[in-house]
């Protein structure tokens, strides 16, 4: 995700899993209006409030609503997918991919904020329904 707010920050949201250590890990960067950058730990909404969507052409589950949550921000971002319908579909299943237009509110900083994004969904953040 790319997550621009009105504040005029914008917010680069990585989550890979680590097939070395089987680990999940996420983090955000951080460039302000000046120039500067920073690193923040980011957690990602609980497990029973996820939202798919799934393709009839692919079969593939995709995720469709984030919260995301830095606590060194004080902030809590939901991000909604414009068009939930937004695969990819490619000859190799495993390169299937969601890719879509996104808008973004909540709190940060303390303060109401809002925004828009991309979001990019590859490998482990889709699931094959059976």
Not at 16 to 39: I, R
């Amino acid at each position: 995700m790319n997550i621009q707010l009105d504040n005029g920050d914008v917010i680069s949201l990585w989550d890979m899993l680590n097939f070395t250590t089987g680990l999940d890990q996420a983090w955000g960067t951080v460039e302000h209006p000046d120039g500067t950058q920073s690193t923040v730990c980011m957690h990602l909404l609980k497990e029973s409030e996820r939202e798919f969507w799934t393709s009839e052409k692919s079969r593939q589950s995709y995720l469709t609503r984030w919260t995301v949550r830095f606590p060194d921000l004080d902030a809590e971002l939901d991000v909604r997918p414009v068009i939930r319908e937004s695969e990819i579909v490619s000859d190799m299943p495993m390169l299937n991919k969601y890719e879509g237009a996104s808008r973004v509110e909540g709190i940060y900083k303390g303060k109401p904020t809002k925004g828009y994004c991309f979001v990019e969904l590859l490998g482990v953040w889709s699931e094959v329904i059976k």
